[in-house]
């Protein structure tokens, strides 16, 4: 199984590329209107620190600098139930087609720096997980810098969201939790909550291009 994981996963990778490619033909984001209809988001992904207790208490995710693909990517997730959370199905089950591509513009124009292209090195235990899982051949070697823009950058994410993140690919029949990804779920289930853990705290400390917009939930 870990040997075919890189071979799938180009293969995933090339089929999303085609895919993404045929979506930019689709809505096209405007970030001004985007700014408007984020109100809804900024509750939480406008406030530092921000933390959610489902399912677990972590820090909601760095969204700001994310591409627009990513953004609608995932929000298209959520309506579909691919990605299981009551409160994000409810909010992306609202949105159209464009209203995701304004949003996608919106937070990918808070992009305001390149992260380094090589990052810091992993300790050896670090490494040899992020090998087995082959983790850079889709999210890039400096883990910001993702090979389609439909995937998500993850150097300097929260360590606790993206440890949350990581095992809900490993859950199976809960109608409230889970991503249903299959390279994911395959990568994920290969590893050990502790590794998860380690995983997600290297990734938390790198020096990336997210980050989260203080916004006024009263604006």
Partial sequence: MNQLLPTIARTVVAAATLFAAAASAHAQGDVEAGKKKAEMCIGCHGIPGYQNSFPEIHKVPKISGQSDKYIVSALTAYKKGERKHPTMRGIAGSLSDQDMADLGAFYASHADKAAAETPK??????????????????????????????????????????????????????????????????????????????????LSTLDGELKTVPQSRFR
Avoid: W
């Avoid at 991503?179 to 994920?188: E, K, L, P, V």
């Fill in 121 to 202: 090195a992993p300790n050896e235990v670090v490494k040899a997980l992020l090998e087995k899982g082959a983790c850079a051949s889709c999210h890039g070697a400096n883990f910001s810098k993702p090979i389609d823009p439909s995937y998500p950058k993850l150097g300097g994410q929260h360590a606790d969201y993206l440890f949350v993140a990581l095992k809900a690919y490993t859950v199976e029949g809960n109608p409230y939790v889970g991503r249903s990804n299959g390279i994911m779920a395959g990568i994920a289930k290969q590893y050990k909550p502790s590794e998860m853990r380690e995983i997600a705290k290297y």
